[in-house]
């Protein structure tokens, strides 16, 4: 029980210890990352918009001279000047409103989805640097290994229990191992190179890595649920939108209302006296504009209905993809379990046979081609317990995006 406890303990704190190095980059990946900038400013742009979406049209202000005076029973009409403001139907600038907040409400999930994709791209990377890690360090504890095997090799041909061969065989492993740990710090430092990338940062900087990642026995923390899964939340958001862009639509079916005035200043008729001579024309106007043709309405309505239904067949399909997704990675996360189970115990098992190889020395009877077997099993089942972890947690970062609110 008190071993059990322990185990737990212990998987919690390297889990804890890794998270926090691990959110220490994503962190720094979402403050730096010019894709994430790039929609952070479409979302501010897109509310810069509906503060726009209320704004009433130009109000007109017009000036004229009379080329030609009319003249009138008052007199002669010098010029006009006029000024009309039209106001679209009631509810229409809230309408117009509502309309630009859903579109920018899409912009900002954009942003979290692309936020989400870039935790995975980065966690993803997280772990198979640990791996390659991780790896390197097992082929270099081989490597020593292979050579402590050689010095009793060259002593055993020296007393006529191993022939040179078995040097040459031993000499010619560990040249191996030393050309795969060779590519693999090729390949970290590639790998170290993409994931800097990913944090907008200098691609020679080191990355700090967790010295240990188990898998707990027993212990899941599972994720939430695909409902609030960002990509699904859009389509219900662009539905909205749709809706809200009807509602706008119903609303310019309507007539708009004009208020104007218009002013006249007028002459005085000369050798005349009456009460009105030179009296000046003022004359508030009310204009309607009317969509007497409104066949583009009625056609826009029939494609926002259309729209929705579309919206709405994405949805189900983008969401079965998800749920795929989510079961394959809940299946590959507890085949890793199983794998790394697995090779734990195929593990302890070839070192059980190292240890009787090396009891066999002291008699004199070892045989170097089973210590080979035995080296290339023990590297066989390390490297795919290594593995192993990658995968685990490789598929809880998926988990994670597709599952977390």
């Known amino acids: 029980m008190k071993k059990r406890i322990c185990t737990i303990f212990g998987f919690f704190l390297a889990a804890i210890s890794q998270g926090q190095t691990l959110q220490s980059y994503l962190e720094e990946a979402e403050a730096n990352n010019p894709e994430i900038q790039a929609f952070e400013l479409k979302y501010n742009i897109s509310r810069e918009k509906s503060q726009q979406a209320d704004a009433l049209p130009n109000m007109e202000v017009s000036a004229g001279v009379f080329v030609s005076e009319p003249e009138t029973r008052t007199g002669a009409q010098k010029a006009r000047f006029s000024v009309r403001q039209m106001l679209p139907w009631f509810g229409t600038l809230t309408a117009r409103e509502d309309y630009a907040n859903a579109l920018a409400e899409i912009d900002y999930l954009d942003m979290v989805i692309v936020k989400r994709k870039l935790r995975l791209s980065i966690a993803q990377s997280y772990y198979a640097l640990y791996a390659n890690k991780e790896i390197q360090e097992v082929l270099e504890r081989n490597i020593q290994l292979l050579r402590t095997y050689e010095k009793l090799a060259l002593t055993a041909v020296e007393v006529g229990n191993a022939s ?7 000499q010619i492993r560990q040249n191996e191992l030393q050309a795969q740990s060779d590519i693999l710090k090729q390949d970290f430092q590639s790998q170290t190179h993409q994931f800097n990338t990913l944090l907008n940062r200098d691609t020679g900087l080191e990355i700090a890595l967790a010295d240990t990642l188990e898998i707990g026995t027993g212990i899941e923390i599972e994720g939430g649920t695909l409902d609030v899964h960002p990509e699904l939340e859009k389509y219900d958001k662009l539905y909205e939108s749709v809706a809200q862009s009807e509602i706008l639509n119903q609303k310019e079916t309507q007539p708009g209302i004009g208020f104007g005035l218009d002013y006249i200043p007028v002459a005085e008729r000369p ?100 210590i080979l077997d035995i080296q290339e099993l023990q590297l066989k089942f390390e490297v795919q317990q290594i593995n192993a972890v990658e995968q685990y947690y490789a598929q809880m970062a998926i988990i994670n995006y597709l599952t977390n609110g």
């Open 164 to 170: 040179a061969v078995d040097v040459l065989k031993l």
């Open 271 to 370: 050798g005349m006296d009456f009460s009105d001579n030179g009296k000046d024309v003022v004359m508030p106007m009310v204009s309607f504009s009317i969509p007497v043709f409104n066949s583009k309405y009625k056609s826009r309505s029939v494609e926002n209905e259309l729209r929705q239904e579309e919206l709405n067949a994405q949805k189900v399909n983008r969401r079965n993809v998800l749920e795929s997704a989510l079961n394959t990675a809940l299946n590959s996360r507890e085949a890793a379990r199983i794998r790394f189970e697995t090779q734990q115990q195929n593990l302890r098992q070839a070192n059980d046979a190292e240890e009787i190889l090396i009891k066999n020395y002291e008699t004199g009877t070892i045989d170097f081609n089973d």
